[in-house]
Each structure stands twice: as C-alpha cells, then as structure tokens.
Antibody, heavy 119, light 107 residues
C-alpha cells in the first residue's frame, strides 16, 4: 500500500535551517510529483511547492523563494524539504503529499512533521 | 494568485442532517477543484476531485458540484465520523491555493 512517512518533530532557533524527509513506499516513486504543504497551529493549509522525482525539477511558491529547497533521493524513494532562515511564524506542521499525475490533486499525505521555531 | 473563499466558516449540525459547504474562486477555474477532509491531529484526506468525482473509498453520501467559480460539497446524511474541517483547493494554476476551511461540528 502507498505510504508516505515523514521524519520526526524538530525544534529550531530563529535563523536556523530545518530538513524534513518524506520516505515513500508502495508505488513507483519517480512517477508522482511530491508537494509540500504546511499548516500553522489552528490555521489553514498553505502550499509551498513541488518536486518532480523523475527529473528533480522544482516549483516553489513565491513566498518561500530563496529560503526553500526541495530535493529527492530516488535510490531510497525519499523527498526532502529544506527551509532556511527560520522565523517564529514558520512554526507549523509540514506535510508531504503525492500528486495524482497531471491533476495537482493530493491523494496520499504524510503524517506531518511539527517544526517549532523558538528562542 | 487565485483566492479561494469558503462559506460558512463553521456550522453546527446533527447526525442525519444534510450539509452543504460552498467554495468560491476569485476567477474561473473550470472544474479544477478538490475537497479535503481533515480531523484534528491528522493529515488531510482527499474526498472529491475534479469538482465532482468521488475519491476511491469515500462514501457516496459525499458529493461535489459546480464549475467556473462556484462549487459545493454536500453530505447527504451526516454521520459522526464526518465531523471535521473541510478545505477546498484549486488545481487550475500555480500557486496552488486552499480555501480557509469550514468546520462541521456537532450541534
């Protein structure tokens, strides 16, 4: 069965960087884009960008340009989110999600990774 | 960017009620509209895609309708497990945007 399993919670200081992993299984990893979506406490969903695991191509939301980097390791079917220059308002649960090809529709999600930015 | 709005922001209902949630896009998005259900402490789950197609495994009491700028998610007969927050999402253009959510709670 399709699974996306994310790395554990992180606590970071302002200005630091964080790396979140999303290990996938149960499907052909290169065949489905991976998107990252975050949710601040008590708030709605915010799209951050996506990566094409086949080519490594990416597309980031303008809000995160310059601070975000999405990569993948096809040998272990894992996608990564890097976010630098962390601010207090980056405190959120970060989700990876699989995209049904050509539809930008998220049919499977990771369990989420809480990133807390605190001094 | 395409702005998504939802109404109401919250509603109280009883088991067995028919519930309709509305989502509106700031420009036409054809039928590129998805609905997700999220329960506390859980990741969102896809319910409806392409405005009206039921995701596999989702019970048929859920239905979606609309095109262009106005969309509805309807639950024909509310069950306990349906109390959750519902988000719409446009997949017409980048950046992908979500509605602010509608919370359905027990009356």
């Amino acid at each position: 069965q399709v699974q996306l399993v994310q790395s554990g919670a992180e606590m970071k200081k302002p200005g630091a960087s964080v790396k979140v992993s999303c290990k996938t299984s149960g499907y052909n990893f290169p065949g489905y884009d991976i998107h990252w979506v975050r949710q601040a406490p008590g708030q709605g969903l915010e799209w951050m960008g996506w990566i094409d695991p086949q080519t490594g191509g990416t597309n980031y939301a303008q809000k995160f340009q310059g601070r975000v980097n999405m990569t993948r390791d096809t040998s272990i079917s894992t996608a990564y989110l890097y976010l630098s220059g962390l601010r207090f308002d980056d405190t959120a649960v970060y989700y990876c999600a699989r995209d049904i090809p050509i539809t930008t529709t998220f049919d499977y999600w990771g369990q989420g990774t809480l990133v807390t930015v605190s001094s | 960017d395409i702005q998504m709005t939802q109404s109401p922001s919250s509603l109280s209902a009883s088991v067995g009620d028919r519930v309709t949630i509305t989502c509106r896009a700031s420009q036409s998005i054809s039928s590129y509209l998805n609905w997700y259900q999220q329960k506390p402490g859980q990741a969102p789950q896809l319910q409806i895609y392409a405005a009206s197609t039921l995701q596999s495994g989702v019970p048929p009491r859920f239905s979606g309708s609309g095109s262009g700028t106005d969309f509805n998610l309807t639950i024909s007969s509310l069950r306990h497990e349906d109390f959750a927050t519902y988000y719409c999402q446009q997949s017409y253009a980048f950046p992908i945007t979500f509605g602010p959510g509608t919370t359905v709670d027990i009356e």
